[in-house]
């Protein structure tokens, strides 16, 4: 597996794990085959799994703790704090609004540190900004964690560039980690940029387009009631329809190249620099590999351009979050 750096010394497999799907959003799956995905993915050379205690919420990161502790040594783990989490209902419902306040940040560092199981989080990530707190103060306290030997690295999830400006001249921030895709590229024009200039890595999560650009979900039958994509506005019936034209012309383009959708799509992220990190989710062993394979595919300037024209992001239907979600992205 090769390897890439985030910020100035975090050196992890040029692909990761996402590892929410194997516990919350999208159904989740037995707890037997999720450990045996979590090894094989040791096995194939993964070194950067991702979780957050939200997931769950609480569950995953348990999930992740016990499944990687017989490899602790050989992994990079990270998890996510940021939000308030309810006492009562089901996944995502939980989520009661931001809570960054260094009181809070310390808090859930002690309780993910115990239901990881570990004595360190590899990288911690405010999941997402809180309008609330000031981001010095955030990253202040996640700094104290980085002093007391309780955290190695520090990042941001789903910033903007000049709260990515303000963090860093607290603490060094070693990765940012923003959903960016062939469909969704808003990074581009002034985050990416800003995190090159600061020597802040990019983590992309849901470079798959949650599942969409590998060409496998082509009805939205198949998805159970309580999947979180069927609360996505690209995933309403009218606009997921409307976008399956992106994946069959991403489909053509594959199959000439004898590769699949997934690891087309999956290329082209990785091609976008040296430090952008994907870390697509899977829980199937027979994707894992699919999606590993995607390192070592090789794109020209040509075929980077035409895999890009075959998924403009202009013309995709629907945004990629509701109106609330999308109020805490790019703060």
């Given at each position: 597996m090769k390897t890439r750096t985030l910020g100035s010394g975090l050196t992890v497999s040029a692909i990761g794990l996402g590892c929410m799907g194997m516990s919350h959003a999208y159904g989740g799956q037995d707890e037997a085959?999720?450990?045996?995905?979590?090894?094989?993915?040791?096995?194939?050379?993964?070194?950067?799994?991702?979780?957050?205690?939200?997931?769950?919420?609480?569950?995953?990161?348990?999930?992740?703790?016990k499944g990687l502790a017989p490899v602790r040594d050989k992994v990079i783990i990270a998890t996510k704090f940021g939000f308030r989490i309810a006492p009562d209902g089901d996944g995502f419902q939980r989520m009661a609004g931001t809570d960054s306040r260094p009181e809070h940040v310390k808090a859930v560092a002690e309780a993910s540190l115990k239901r990881l199981g570990i004595e360190t989080i590899d990288l911690l990530y405010q999941h997402r900004v809180d309008p609330a707190v000031p981001i010095e103060d955030t990253v202040g306290a996640m700094a104290d964690l980085v002093r007391e030997g309780k955290v190695?690295?520090?990042?941001?999830?789903?910033?903007?560039?000049?709260?990515?400006?303000?963090?860093?001249?607290?603490?060094?921030i070693a990765a940012l980690q923003s959903e960016y895709s062939l469909w969704f590229r808003e990074v581009e024009p002034e985050i990416l940029p800003t995190c090159r200039e600061l020597g802040i890595g990019l983590v992309p999560y849901s470079p798959l387009g949650r599942g969409f650009l590998t060409g496998k979900l082509r009805d939205l039958a198949a998805l159970p009631d309580s999947d979180f994509r069927r609360t996505l506005p690209r995933f309403e019936a009218e606009n997921f329809a409307a976008n399956l034209a992106f994946v069959d012309t991403l489909e053509r383009i594959a199959a000439a190249k004898g590769v699949t959708a997934a690891q087309l799509a999956l290329a082209w992220v990785l091609h976008q620099g040296d430090d952008i990190v994907p870390i697509p989710g899977s829980r199937r062993i027979e994707h894992l590999a699919d999606n590993i394979a995607a390192v070592d595919i090789v794109l020209s300037a040509d075929d980077l351009a035409t895999i890009a024209a075959a998924v403009p992001p202009s013309a995709v239907s629907g945004a990629r979050y509701g109106e609330a979600a999308m109020k805490l992205t790019s703060l």
């Open positions: 085959d999720a450990i045996r995905t979590l090894r094989r993915a040791v096995d194939l050379g993964i070194t950067l799994f991702d979780t957050a205690e939200v997931y769950g919420p609480f569950t995953n990161e348990q999930l992740v703790g190695r690295y520090l990042g941001l999830s789903e910033a903007g560039p000049e709260t990515l400006r303000r963090a860093h001249a607290v603490h060094p």
